[in-house]
């Protein structure tokens, strides 16, 4: 029954929330269109804000799936206001956990059983919760240590509110944006948060990055037990570590920062170069170290709830991007970023010297400005460029990739302000790109 309750509080409450946004952007857009009277950049600037402001508010007290909207939506630098950006940029998927009440009875309908009959122990204190579901250590009988992840009773109905909501409100923004196809990013957002919510994919995820990491030295995945996983609940082995953001617990430990953050950077550049399967949320919470066999750090990448699969021709472009990019060649970046759909044939005209104009500022950088370059003024360099070139679509697949490698260079500068990532991160990529298989790939047919 409170479920049932809370499905129209919430849906009013959504309704309530972007009303007056929408009606704020229509008076603009009205006074715009038949008076000609468009509004200063400084009043397009409060809009924003103030709208921004107000949807983080509501994602952070509703929390389920508006809090990953937020944080998708604050990676579309190319269709977004930089004001919602940046405001919705802190939405953190962290929440207060759910009784164990609850829990333990979703726990035993999907198990078919009380969990204190399935398991030797289990903890009923959550060791970690967020927007779809939390975490409880437990050991089996047979003495293994595992995680259990299990996913709230009322999450798919709170997101099937979110999404109505969100679904019906796209295209009457659209209308502010004709140039923009709201409906397919809210297809996309869709297809991931629904992915998301089915652990079954996620078990099969673990499983493929797992199998992958195997090739690289001091990384670790934790595997995945099928007898206990379901389509709510998925159990794999417990890592006993530390957030890798923890600097007092390495050094403690004698870990060198810069050996930590190589072992992180080149795991992902596998996952981007050669493996083309990826985890997209690698913030400290999923990152975990310990010390390993032989006495050094070791890595553990946790959660894989979201992921991305790249398709092979996709994949390829984005490596032809990559080696162009780091070989400074313009005109092979040019036509790699028009096969990766995100330029025209016919606006890649426009956009060579404004790229030619950004590698040479980019490239020509001495060793000490590059050293002190952050990848927030990169980020912020390549929003300019955005916004210079007309018709430009970033693929929900390549948002992604840079929304990975933006919460990689914010672990970067956590573990050292005084490390350049980009510069650490350089040779890594370029033997991630150099590997026989990757070779292979590229000359591949698509």
Known sequence: MRMLWHTPWRFLLILWTLTPIYFRYLAFWLRWKWFGKPPTPEKWSKAHRKSARKFYRLAVRMRGGLIKVGQIISTRVDIMPKEWCEELAGLQDRVDPTPWKAIRRRLTHELGKPPEEVFAEIATAAT??????????????????????????????????????????????NIFVPKVPLRNIYDEVKNALETELDYRKEAEHTRIIGANMKNVPHVVV???????????????????????????????????????????????????????????????????????????????????????????????????????????????????????????????????????????????????????????????????????????????????????????????????????????AKPMIMEALMRPEVMMAMAAPA
Not at 128 to 150: C, E, N, Y
Not at 404 to 420: I, R, W
């Open 128 to 173: 970690a919760a967020a927007s779809f579901g939390q975490v409880h250590r437990a050991k089996t009988k047979d003495g293994r240590d595992v995680a259990l992840k299990i996913q709230y009773e009322d999450v798919r109905m709170k997101l099937s509110c979110d999404l109505f909501v969100l679904r019906g409100a796209v295209p009457l923004f």
């Open 222 to 424: 934790p595997e995945v037990l099928a007898e206990y996983t379901t389509e709510h609940v998925i159990c794999t082995t417990w890592f006993e570590g530390w957030k890798i953001t923890d600097k007092d617990r390495l050094a403690a430990e004698g870990f060198p920062v810069l050996d930590v953050m190589q072992k992180m950077i080149r795991a992902y550049a596998n996952m981007f170069f050669v493996d083309g399967v990826f985890q997209s949320d690698p913030h400290p919470g999923n990152l975990l170290c310990r010390r390993g066999a032989d006495g050094t750090a070791e890595l553990c990448i946790l959660d894989f709830g979201q992921v991305k699969i790249l398709p092979r021709g996709f994949q390829q472009k984005l490596i032809l991007a990559s080696v162009a990019f780091m070989g400074r060649d313009v005109d092979n970046f040019s036509k790699a970023v028009v096969g990766l759909g995100v330029l025209s044939e016919r606006d890649i005209a426009i956009a060579r010297p404004i790229l030619q104009e950004f590698f040479e500022e980019m490239f020509e950088m001495t060793p000490q400005e590059l050293k002190q370059l952050d990848v927030e003024l990169v980020r912020k360099k390549i929003e300019d460029v955005l916004k210079r070139i007309e018709g430009v679509h970033i693929p929900q697949d390549l948002v992604l990739y840079g929304r990975a490698f933006s919460l990689l260079a914010g672990v970067c500068a956590a573990l050292d302000p005084e490390v350049n990532g980009i510069i650490v």
